[in-house]
């Protein structure tokens, strides 16, 4: 399997979670970066003695209006703080990402396909040698016929549970 191959079908598979992370995406930066871009320039221009302090309270102010903080942060009055938080925080965002899609990217061409199912066959193909009523149980809707001429010696994998 090629490796674009592989990363088609890791794409494929995770697409509707591409979709939802881009929209934690947005709401994270709505409801954390923005606040905390806000509540960094505030501690930071301010000359008090304990700017952790300025920043606690100050994040604990613009974490409950997120999309104030977010108008303060796109206008400019947080002197470039919101888009140097956002590039980085974006940047650790897109690596956890990127991690999520290299442990999607599958780990061989046989990946997802059940093993031993009667999936190889279409149209009731299997019910020319199996029956879809009665007989020894094989799986779901197949049956090995007990009047079927030949062998019909069965081997069964797993345990009697009797008690």
Known sequence: M???????KAIKKIKGKLIVSVILWLVLIIVFVAPFSVSLHDSLTQN???KFEVLFMSLGTYIVKPFQAMGMAITGKT????????WRFTLFYLAAVSIGIIKAFPKHEFDGIENGSS???TNGEQYSVLSNKEGIILAEKNYLPVDKRGNVNVLVVGRFWFW
């Open 2 to 8: 090629k490796f674009s191959e592989k990363i088609a």
């Open 79 to 86: 002197d470039g703080y919101f888009w140097a938080t956002l």
């Open 48 to 50: 008090e003695k304990d």
């Open 119 to 121: 999936d190889w066959c």
